[in-house]
T-cell receptor, first 109, second 116 residues
């Protein structure tokens, strides 16, 4: 099993709709999780940190399911500017981040 | 705007050249990282520095040589690279390696390297 698995998509979402996707991880010892947003040919930008069961920031909600070892990201009221790749990164020892391949989101007008 | 800066933005080098990538952070962070990212792949960790000491080397070939002159600066010296080393090289920093609130890593804009 890969350390971090994400469905690359693309997830085509009508503007204003809700989209959600999961990230599964294999390291049961991971305690912290991060979602990054990466635009084409740009650096990853930190979107959200998750230290407990979940986190919410405006239209973005992350939920952690430790029993099933996955973390989800939900985007409500999608905007055109939300089009990007969303990278999941569980934290390992020595602050290693194990990035998934990302979920590509395309918001359609 | 990112508070991690990287120079140069783009670099083209031959296989016999020696060049250096530079990274600077202005957040008072004590941990700094080098990642390599190929097209349509996730970032891969190369090196981690904590308090200016090398903490992790992810079995990176010796043609990549990191250096941390002080807590704000991180260099990556390149020598005798191969065309397959062409990638986006990202620098990141975090407050530290341990303790909640220390973990968040912030990335610089990267150096796009092409080896010819």
């Amino acid at each position: 099993r890969k350390e971090v698995e994400q469905d690359p998509g693309p997830f085509n979402v009508p503007e204003g709709a809700t989209v959600a996707f999961n990230c599964t991880y294999s390291n049961s010892a991971s305690q912290s999780f991060f979602w990054y947003r990466q635009d084409c040919r740009k650096e990853p930008k930190l979107l959200m940190s998750v230290y407990s069961s979940g986190n919410e920031d405006g239209r973005f909600t992350a939920q952690l399911n430790r029993a099933s070892q996955y973390i989800s990201l939900l985007i409500r009221d999608s905007k055109l500017s939300d089009s990007a790749t969303y990278l999941c990164a569980p934290r390992g020892g020595n602050n290693r981040l194990a990035f998934g391949k990302g979920n590509q989101v395309v918001v359609i007008p | 705007d990112t508070e991690v800066t990287q120079t140069p933005k783009h670099l083209v080098m031959g296989m016999t050249n020696k060049k250096s990538l530079k990274c600077e952070q202005h957040m008072g962070h004590r941990a700094m990282y080098w990642y390599k990212q190929k097209a349509k792949k996730p970032p891969e960790l190369m090196f981690v520095y904590s308090y200016e000491k090398l903490s992790i080397n992810e079995s990176v070939p010796s043609r990549f040589s990191p250096e941390c002159p002080n807590s704000s600066l991180l260099n990556l010296h390149l020598h005798a690279l191969q065309p397959e080393d062409s990638a986006l090289y990202l620098c990141a920093s975090s407050q530290g390696l341990a303790g909640v609130g220390s973990y968040e890593q912030y990335f610089g804009p990267g150096t796009r390297l092409t080896v010819t």
